[in-house]
């Protein structure tokens, strides 16, 4: 059997894969749509239960419970964990049709609203053809949680930095209102409503819904949903351990923002689950949590945390966090889609992201598409992160993104990311701030301005990153940013230096302001393609004054990238796969300076470089071949 190259850690060991075929003791059936399903049958295909809760409450390691297609308006609650990779309970859809899970109930009463102004204090509006209609909350749909009565974030507020952020979403209710199964727009005053069409509003005690429709249309002759329960499956109880769950659709969980990190699906401080082929739309706050969900918890010396998998599912449209993870070791997440994270826009409570876990050691991500996250990362591995793997990913479109990858505040061991494609980062920064510069008045200025970001990778107080074979473009600000973190520390802990980071083999395409920004020269590039790169694109930020270079000059002052090149070219998108191709518009220069760049014009004039010892295999897992390598993602680049 041939290796896998790509789940090779940067330690030179292999992931380590636990998953065993679990044989099956018995089996329940649940088809909530059969008219002889009942919970008082015994679950067998001929009499099936109701309820997936209800074979949750009988299932014990062994059990496979397989639920029919149908529409489960419950949380699922298992009752006990499996006892190892060989003994696992699992939860899996039958096959037939999609197997829907889902948080909120269908409301069909309504009335038309009044009692309340729809005039602001502002100039008077003619407000004569907008419809906004009330739904009072039945206390029979909620048990023991009204997300209509919790604000969006109530539990950890510590780094929020209030003066920076808008607060109004982290204000607002958890509850949602769906038409059609699309969310309406909470706004937090009822006259705002007058100024919009697909909103809602909630009274102060969380007891009475106003909403208005797009087009002011009658919510009879539409479906209307408004979520009651915080999650759709989730243990009662932490620790249960050794459980799958397959084939899901869960939707419109009412969740928080984190911390702490409770998703529609959880594993509740539980290890080694698979969640696999599963879909998660609408997430109020966090689609999926894997780990031990707060740092207010009591760790237990020798605790297991994480050691999860998450494998081809989707999850859109996440309004803070698509996957959280605390103290997440040992995880894998592979060939899952995740787009539409953010919406929420709570950035600024430091736990937004497709993908954000904490003290992540010896984990695999791989062979993920990330799509439009919203002022978020695609993927944030926050503090002490060793030996992780990220490879063979798609990071596409960051919308008002400040960084695609960031890796903080991590001292110790490699951390490898390779065979990655991002491109696009818009950068997240208000542009009014950015000082008019009339004239060569901003030429001579030590110091860049600060106020520009959009990074493809950020490390902050993070030592010994390696990045390789990476295709990096159309960043606003750069590819590579780092910088120190002095004083961050606990206990007996350093600060970060932000040194020794290996940045091997990549191709840089037309990013905005630098390709490689450096704190110190205590690093290294090496093997690098740089294409539709203007100016001083390769920067040493320390000591003061920056150097901000050409490729000629950095590699003379600092011996980097003595095999790097220059190319100017244009890039397609072909069959999922990006391609340099001839650039039909030449660059500005002077003859001299042309002749200096020794600017590749053809693709097939691009060199192939010395191999990075620590990339085997290229984006697709082939193994590259003996001796030298082309830079970026593929082996080929026609």
């Not at 309340?116 to 407000?127: A, C, E, N, S, V």
């Amino acid at each position: 059997m041939k290796p896998d190259l790509s789940a090779i850690l940067p330690d030179g060991n292999a992931f380590a894969f636990w998953e065993k075929e679990t044989p099956i003791k018995e089996t329940l059936y649940v088809d909530g749509e059969n008219p002889l399903a009942s919970d008082s049958n015994d679950g067998s295909a001929a009499h099936p239960f109701r309820t997936i809760q209800r074979a949750a409450d009988l299932a014990r390691p062994g059990t496979l419970v397989r639920v029919h297609a149908g529409l489960y308006r419950e949380c699922v609650h298992p009752r006990r964990g499996g006892k190892g990779p060989e003994d696992m309970i699992r939860y899996e859809a039958y096959g037939d049709g999609p197997v829907v899970i889902r948080a909120s109930e269908q409301i069909t009463d309504f009335a038309l609203s009044t009692g309340w102004r729809m005039q602001g204090f502002g100039p008077r509006k003619d407000l004569s053809r907008v419809r906004i209609w009330a739904h009072r909350l039945s206390p029979d749909m909620f048990r023991g949680y009204n997300p209509f009565c919790a604000v969006n974030i109530l539990h950890d507020r510590l780094f929020i930095e209030y003066d920076k952020t808008d607060m109004t979403p982290y204000l607002n209710r958890r509850g949602c209102v769906f038409c059609d199964g699309r969310p309406l727009k909470q706004v937090p005053l009822y006259n705002l409503l007058a100024d919009s069409e697909g909103a809602y509003w909630v009274e102060h005690n969380g007891q009475t819904v106003h909403f208005r429709l797009p087009g002011d249309e009658d919510p009879g002759a539409h479906r209307i949903e408004i979520t009651v329960r915080e999650q759709c499956f989730a243990p009662e109880e932490p620790f249960l351990s050794y459980i799958k769950v397959k084939g899901f659709v869960c939707e419109h969980a009412a969740t928080g923002a984190p911390v702490p990190q409770r998703g529609a699906i959880s594993a509740y401080r539980g290890h080694h689950w698979v969640i696999e082929n599963c879909e998660v739309n609408w997430s109020n706050g966090v689609a999926i949590d894997v780990g031990n969900e707060c740092w207010h918890h009591e760790h237990t010396p020798g605790q297991i945390i994480g050691h999860s998998v998450i494998r081809g599912c989707t999850i859109r449209d996440a309004g803070v966090c698509g996957v959280a993870g605390l103290f997440a070791e040992e995880m894998l997440i592979e060939d899952n889609v995740i787009e539409g994270t953010g919406w929420q826009k709570m950035e600024l409570s430091w736990e937004a992201g497709a993908i954000k876990l904490h003290n992540s050691v010896n984990g695999l991500i791989r062979r993920n598409v990330f799509r439009n996250t919203l002022r978020a990362d695609h993927l944030w591995l926050d503090c002490g992160n060793e030996n992780n793997r990220i490879t063979g990913n798609l990071f596409l479109n960051g919308i008002e993104q400040r960084e695609a990858i960031f890796i903080e505040c991590t001292r110790d061991g490699v951390n490898l990311i390779d065979n990655n494609v991002i491109w696009n980062v818009e950068g997240r920064f208000d542009p009014a701030k950015i000082p008019a510069e009339p004239g060569s008045s901003g030429w001579y200025k030590l110091r860049e301005n600060d106020t520009v970001n959009g990074y493809a990778i950020y490390g902050e107080g993070t030592d010994r990153l390696h990045i390789a074979h990476n295709l990096i473009g159309r960043c606003r600000y750069g590819g590579y940013y780092a910088k120190p973190v002095s004083f961050r520390f606990s206990g007996m802990d350093r600060g970060g230096t932000s040194r020794k980071a290996v940045i091997a083999n990549n191709i840089f395409y037309d990013c905005g302001e630098a390709a490689i920004c450096f704190p110190t020269a205590d690093n290294r590039a090496e093997g690098n393609l740089y294409v539709k790169m203007r100016g001083g694109y390769l920067r040493v930020m320390y000591p003061e004054p920056e150097n901000c270079l050409n490729l000629p000059a950095w590699q003379e002052f600092y011996g980097f990238d003595l095999d790097g090149q220059n190319a100017w070219l244009s890039m397609e998108e072909r069959d999922g796969r990006y391609v340099l191709i001839p650039c039909e518009e030449a660059p500005f220069a002077l003859p001299s300076q042309m002749k200096r760049l020794k600017l590749i014009l053809s693709p097939a004039s691009i060199r192939p470089v010395a191999p990075d010892p620590l990339v085997s295999c290229d984006a697709s897992g082939a193994p590259h071949p003996e001796g030298p390598v082309f830079p970026g993602p593929y082996n080929a680049l026609l």
